[in-house]
Every structure is written in C-alpha cells, then in structure tokens.
C-alpha cells in the first residue's frame, strides 16, 4: 500500500474539501482512499486508491472506488478524475470498467521513466432533463 506521510494525510483530514476512507481487517488498515472536491467548478479529483498486495483482487478498489464516487455523487459532481500508472494494468481495467478514459499523459509522475494517465469520467444529471434549445 502506498504510504504518505503524517502530514499529506493530515492535510487531506483536515481540509474541508477533502476526505480519506480507510478499510480495516480488524486493528490493520488494509486499504484507503484520499480525494478532493470542488463544488464551485463541479469535480471530484481521487488522488489515491492504495490496497495492501495481499488484499488486492478481491473487490476492495473498487469499493473504494464506489465509496469516492458515491461522495462525489452526493455533492453534485460531475466530472471526476485521477492518476493511474501507465503499467498498472489492474487499475486500468478497474478505472476503465467504472467508465473512466485516459486523457492525457504525465510523465515523470510517479518519478524518473514512471509515467502516468490521467483518467476522467464525467456523469449526467441524475434527473434525466434533457434541454433543448430554439
């Protein structure tokens, strides 16, 4: 599982347009999800998804991934998005099943030749209002 330090997470805690969801087995955390928001504009942006190696391919990053976007969903969002590793062949598939597309290229994101996609997903109105303009 990726590790921040104390303080990205606490800044993360404390903002008040940003939360982190952890998953317990017990006393251990073996997933978390951290993520920002910004009604104003409209998007919810994941900045992690991390799952412990020996909890992974069980369904809990999609979970998380529900449970981020259940919160965006709750705000009105609708355009979410997030950074996944360009060989991070799992993640792809779990983002592009959830209707996520890449967008773009970063390189270098996660350090030297560890390039990065940028995936979006952009959501309709949940009331179906479809306008027509003459």
Known sequence: MERFSPQVVRVFIERENAFVIVGMDGTEAVCSAMAMYSDEVGEGKI???????????QGVGAQLLDECENIFRKRGLRKYSLEVEVGNEPAISLYSSKGYHAVGVINDFYGLGRHAYCMEK???????VKLEIS
């Open 47 to 57: 900045a992690s998804i991390a799952v412990l190696r020996r909890m992974r391919g």
């Open 122 to 128: 952009r959501v309709s109105d949940d009331k179906g």
